[in-house]
């Protein structure tokens, strides 16, 4: 049942329909790279601005967040992601950057932002026992080690955008984080209420070293590196029988540098290499088989391997679907499901590392067609992707927070974080010594 605040909290984003979409539709038409989402922060700092709420600029570079602090109890942070995904052949592509809003992020932000609109009303706000922030996040997708190595010459010291805004404290008022996605798993209804496990990842940029020689006249002379790679890399496809379904592992490769010229023996190769598995153990555990091939490789031709560790994301720990979010999807009539045991998710997202910190309560939606990252992906109905997510989030929110914010509470006392601000700082840091 929609009580009174609920259905003017509907009423307030349908009064806004025609700006929450063209919102949405202006960033996926300025797709920006991670870090550096100028104009996408800028817009969104201007819409909270004139909302009336409070509102940080240049957090962990380019993050917005807007406030309402008004009461005591408890804080939620409805998320929204700043960045595009590189995507050449994407028709929205940016021509120089190449980046294009192939991940939905664009919906994300129209999402909070519609949500932020429903909540800006003093009549709301009257019935809430406790406190909202709206976070525009930079840098979800990955990062390459380039562009990593540039960042921390910009004091980014960690390279996702949600890792360097817990480092750097925005999240120290969090008591409970909002974050939407469209669908990353295969889900035929419209909505998907819960945060289902996915798998973290660790990366690493190898590189290694031979000896040049001439190619003709005297290759003995030589240590080819792109051999070394080559056999280290097949060795990784060997070892794939060892993995287990329940672990999830996948691994990839981009070998970067592969030699000079075409008549020397390589003297050096660059990769970048990729694990993902289901538990932060697995992942330490697979990294090291990996090392052990490019070591053994090196080793068998008598060339050496240079590693820098790139910092991975966490797993996501899983979250069944709150009562709040359950009620709100049923005051809409949406079509959903929840996530149940033995779903997982085999992408990897910053939300891992939060969900370690704070509760995560999340939902993902339909309403696009085509493959994510892809060259098809296009948001296809307006109401289902920024509309109705706006509703689900505010609806759940202001559940959360009303009668003292029960269950707001409810959930915060259910929930045992993993790691402190300080532990998963070090434990960050560990991983990229
Ligand atoms: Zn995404």
């Excluded at 020689?213 to 097949?234: E, R």
Aim: glycine share 8%; net charge negative; with cysteine.
């Amino acid at each position: 049942m929609i009580d009174k605040t609920g259905q003017r909290i509907l009423d307030r984003i349908d009064a806004h329909r025609d700006q929450i979409i063209a919102f949405a539709e202006d960033i996926a038409t300025h797709p920006e790279p991670g870090y550096e989402e100028v104009r996408t922060a800028q817009k969104a700092a201007e819409f909270l601005k004139s909302l009336g709420y409070e509102v940080t600029e240049h957090l962990a570079h380019t993050g917005v967040k807007g406030s309402m602090k008004q009461k005591k109890g408890p804080t939620l942070t409805v998320i929204g992601e700043l960045d595009a995904i590189g995507c050449h052949s994407h028709p929205k592509a940016d021509p120089t950057t190449g980046v294009a809003h192939a991940c939905g992020h664009h919906a994300q932000m129209a999402a909070m932002i519609g949500c932020a609109i429903a909540m800006a009303d003093q009549q709301v706000q009257k019935c809430l026992d406790g406190n909202l922030n709206f976070l525009a996040v930079p840098a979800e997708e990955y990062i390459d080690a380039d562009k990593r190595a540039r960042l921390r010459k910009e004091g980014i010291e960690f390279c996702c955008g949600k890792s360097e805004m817990i480092r750097t404290g925005v999240f120290d008022d969090t008591d409970i984080a909002l974050t939407t996605h469209v669908h990353m798993v295969p889900v035929e209804e419209d909505f998907y209420l819960g945060n289902p496990a996915c798998n973290g990842y660790s990366a690493e940029r190898v590189t290694v070293r031979g000896k040049a020689a001439h190619g003709a006249i005297d290759p003995w002379n030589g240590v080819n590196a792109l051999s070394i790679t080559t056999s280290a890399i097949q060795m990784m496809g060997l070892m794939r029988e060892t993995f287990r379904e329940e672990d999830h592992v996948r691994l990839h490769n981009v070998i970067r540098k592969a030699g000079d010229v075409i008549n020397s023996v390589p003297d050096e190769a660059v990769v970048e290499t990729k694990v993902r598995a289901a538990s932060l153990d697995k992942i330490e555990e697979i990294t090291e088989m990996i090392n052990r091939a490019y070591a053994g490789s090196a080793y068998a031709f008598g060339g050496k391997i240079e590693q820098e560790k790139l910092q991975g994301y966490m797993p996501i720990i899983p979250r069944a679907a709150d009562r709040a979010l359950i009620e709100a999807a049923d005051d809409l009539g949406l079509d959903y499901r929840t996530v149940q045991k033995g779903d997982f998710n085999n992408a990897c997202t910053d939300v891992g590392d939060l969900s370690h910190l704070v509760p995560v309560v999340n939902f993902t939606f339909k309403g696009f067609e085509g493959k994510l990252h892809g060259a098809d992906f296009r948001i296809t109905d307006p109401e289902k992707a920024y509309i109705l997510p706006a509703k689900l989030l505010a609806l759940t929110a202001y559940k959360l927070l009303k009668d003292d914010a029960q269950e707001a509470k409810e959930i915060t006392e259910n929930y045992t974080p993993v790691f402190d601000k300080e532990s998963y700082i070090q434990y960050v840091r560990h991983t990229i010594e």
